[in-house]
């Protein structure tokens, strides 16, 4: 914040005066047409180096190693109504009609995902903390927009051009290589993030075709916002997962969904919130058994339940991770997990339940993309964008306080920022979060290091050399 160059803002901000003088007009011209729904949001998928077929056969490819890492519940009742839920809504998805489906998953998280073409998944914490069908109707329209938006492969479509010359893309990709590129930018489920990894433009657009899907399936839009209020008000007082979920700033989400429900009128008419089915597949889906232990990746079987218990020592070998963003190395005791925008390294029992049915991180790694605001000279210092991240941070965790600010580092070969946090520990006590930032074109790279505070010295060592491993492509 500190560095901020006024003088060029303020001539930028008279020019921008004047577009926006120019930019009235045309609004002013354009209102006078009566066109219905006019002023909705429009949008338009991407670039993209795959056709909407490719879409299904990636999705299709990732969605069978997705499943077989996930618990996915085995109901046929649940299945159908989320399916004819699901396709209720997609219908009304512009652009390819996919052949969507949809699961659930036996997490309590509240998460859900979609794969290219349309493979969707719902966590049973989605359903069991939406209050009615609208609001369970909301996240998955979202997740649909974000196929029918094509948002997956439009960032592996950007991640294979940053490796390849464009000379080379019209040859290398015919009907055969889709796996050979997928090899490439390790778009795999597992260690994947570039499919799930949206950028915060793809998730306010996801949010607004979302409601306009809302709106014209028959459903009270406002269902949308409401659960995020919910998420927002159970996030308060530090729930690891929320505030470093790819879903960050839920005020601004509540905000910007509202004001485009304003544009569509408000509900339409004859809206439908709530169904008896709705109740009654909810009443099911709490009566499922507790997801079993052993499963991998977001399921809560990784979780410790003890709120003492304390992870093994990390190991002192190391295997090596590599995603389209960068090369590193972790404990040959830890597991990755990819999730929707963010990896995460963590011991077994380093991800522990925060007593709210949420997964939280008390011991491990995660490593995520900040998409920074710039200025309209489009340039932001490192100590700026490091200072957005931790606003933001702060935002939805009040408990977060700045231990030791802004040291420079060297990470990869590139200057970074290493910041000190104490939070909250989900395993009861203050914890320790060593953040190490650094910009890159992505956008703000971050490293968040955490462990309790009495246990930090066990751990600092780990986290010191899986930093100084990282490699990122030139
Ligand atoms: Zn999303």
Redesign the pocket.
């Known amino acids: 914040m500190s560095s901020r160059r006024f003088g060029s803002d303020a001539a930028h901000s008279l020019r921008g005066t004047l577009h926006q003088a120019v930019a009235l007009a045309l609004v002013l011209t354009l209102a006078w047409a009566p066109v219905a729904q006019a002023e909705r949001t429009p949008f338009k998928p991407g670039w993209n180096l795959f056709s909407p077929a490719q879409d299904v056969e990636i999705g299709r490819k990732v969605a069978e190693d997705a499943e077989r890492q996930l618990p996915i519940v085995n109901d046929s009742r649940i299945e159908n109504y989320l399916n004819s839920l699901g396709r209720r809504l997609a219908a009304k998805a512009p652009y390819e009609k996919y052949p969507y489906q949809f699961k659930l998953v036996n997490d309590r998280a509240i998460n859900a995902?979609?794969l290219p073409g349309g493979f969707i998944y719902v966590n049973r914490g989605v359903i069991e903390n939406a209050d009615n069908e609208a609001q369970l109707a909301g996240v998955m329209a979202?997740?649909i927009s974000?196929a029918a938006l094509r948002h997956g492969t439009n960032q592996a479509s950007k991640a294979y051009a940053a490796q390849v010359p464009l000379a080379l893309l019209g040859g290398m990709l015919g009907s055969n290589s889709v796996g050979a590129v997928l090899a490439q930018i390790g778009a795999g489920f597992a260690t994947n993030s570039i499919l799930l990894k949206?950028s915060r433009d793809?998730?306010r657009q996801?949010d607004l075709l979302g409601a306009q899907i809302l709106y014209d399936a028959g459903y009270d839009p406002r269902g949308m916002p409401q659960f995020f209020e919910k998420l927002q008000a159970q996030s308060k007082g530090g729930g690891m997962p929320q505030w470093l979920s790819?879903?960050p700033n839920p005020e601004n989400r509540v905000g910007g969904v509202n004001g485009e429900i304003e544009k569509l009128g408000g509900a339409p008419p004859n809206y439908r919130t709530d169904s008896a089915e709705f109740r009654s597949i909810r009443r099911m889906v709490m009566a499922l058994p507790a997801p079993e232990k052993g499963g991998a990746a977001t399921s809560s079987a990784t979780r410790s339940t003890g709120r003492s218990g304390r992870p093994e020592l990390p190991s002192t070998r190391y295997q090596s991770y590599q995603n389209g963003l960068l090369r590193m190395s972790y404990p040959d005791n830890w597991k990755s997990y990819g999730q929707?925008g963010a990896v995460t390294f963590a011991p077994e029992g380093g991800i522990v339940d925060d007593g709210r049915g949420n997964a939280a991180l008390a011991y491990g790694v995660i490593v995520n993309v900040f998409e920074v605001q710039s200025d309209r000279t489009g340039q932001v210092t490192l100590e700026d964008a490091t200072d957005q991240l931790i606003d933001d941070l702060r935002h939805s965790n009040p408990a977060v306080r700045i231990a030791r600010r802004h040291e420079r580092v060297r990470i990869g070969g590139l200057r970074a920022l290493s910041t000190y946090l104490t939070n909250d520990s989900p395993t009861g006590g203050k914890e320790y979060l060593w953040l190490v930032t650094v910009l890159r074109p992505e956008g703000l790279v971050y490293f968040v290091s955490v462990a309790p505070e009495r246990d930090y010295d066990n751990f600092d060592q780990a986290f010191q050399n899986m930093l100084s491993s990282v490699r990122f492509p030139r």
Request: contains cysteine; negative net charge; charged residues 25%.
């Open positions: 995902f979609c979202h997740e974000h949206y793809a998730e996801a790819s879903h929707e």
